[in-house]
């Protein structure tokens, strides 16, 4: 039986001060890729990430290409360690399971985390909305109650079996929240994110995002890449680029997509980047499941 490995790299809201100074002081090819991308974007990330504050980390713009940074350079840095089976996302770690594939340059990358934390910046500025987390109920329940309520409201993140995020206008995150905690939900909690992401409130930023990536080059990846939208393995350019276009105004399939992982034959979970949210979401999928995190400098 081969071992099949999976790689999946982490979204928003695993960032933390200091990530990635490990890299920057330990290994050559990190310190020039970093300085790479405080010219790409105009700014000098390094400084906000070694450096900066919480607040300074929370904003999208900086949040995005951040967490994106870490864990491409954690994979970069890895050297012949690194040979994926299969790769996924939650949300943003999309964008780094591509490069880490191959269907996207560091560079090319980068540029698209950064143009989908500016639009999605705008996007939320349009509309006060958010999102919050429902726990201890079957997504079915959740799926019925922001169906029937009249605001903004939609499944974002089905995160694990029992963990379904939902996104929407205030007003509409608020009655869904009262409804399913009527219903028996064990938590409904409001996050601490910039606006109703993954939802059609997106809309605007998902436009804007299409065209970005319409002019970028999608490689042919060296490795399946089992995308948000479908959950499914996605070995060519063109479908890979429509799903992530998408990605922007819908769900999150991650319970599914780590299914799918599994049943392709997936034997081990190695997660990159910072946090170790993704490790716990596979092992409620499959207790069982071996998992790891790689999110310091390994040397």
């Known amino acids: 039986m081969k071992h099949m490995k999976a790689f999946v790299f982490p979204g928003q809201g695993a960032q933390f001060v200091g990530m990635g100074k490990d890299l920057y002081d330990n290994s050559d090819l990190a310190r ?11 700014f000098r990330i390094t400084d ?35 040979k994926p089976d299969m790769v996924a996302g939650h949300s943003l770690g999309e964008f780094s399971a591509l490069v880490a594939n191959g269907t996207l340059s560091f560079e090319d990358g980068l540029e698209l985390v950064s143009k989908r934390a500016m639009a999605m910046q705008k996007a939320c500025e349009v509309e006060p909305s958010t999102m919050a987390a429902i726990v201890g109920l079957e997504d079915d329940v959740v799926e019925k109650v922001c169906a029937e309520i009249d605001d903004v409201v939609v499944p974002a993140n089905y995160n694990c079996p029992g963990q379904l995020v939902i996104s929407g206008s205030n007003e509409g995150i608020d009655k869904a929240c009262a409804k399913l905690t009527e219903l028996g939900a064990k938590r409904a909690l409001k996050l601490m994110v910039g606006g109703a992401f993954h939802s059609p409130l997106m809309e605007p930023a998902r436009t804007e995002l299409a065209e970005a990536i319409e002019a970028t080059t999608f490689n042919q990846p060296n490795c399946p890449v089992y995308q ?3 959950a499914s393995a996605v070995t060519d350019p063109d479908e890979i680029r429509k799903n992530l276009v998408a990605q922007l105004t819908a769900p999150v399939r991650w319970t599914q997509t780590v299914k799918t992982m599994i049943a392709d034959g997936a034997t081990s979970f190695t997660e990159i980047g910072p946090g170790k949210v993704l490790q716990g979401l596979v092992k409620k999928v499959d207790r069982a499941m071996e998992t790891n995190g790689i999110n310091a400098y390994q040397g």
Do not use: C, R, W, Y
């Open 228 to 230: 948000n939208v479908t």
């Open 32 to 42: 020039e890729l970093f300085e790479k991308a405080n010219d790409i974007l105009g």
């Open 48 to 82: 906000l990430m070694f450096e900066g504050t919480d607040e300074d980390l929370k904003q999208t713009k900086v949040t995005q290409p951040a967490i994106f940074l870490h864990s491409v350079l954690l994979a970069k840095t890895l050297g012949n360690d690194f």
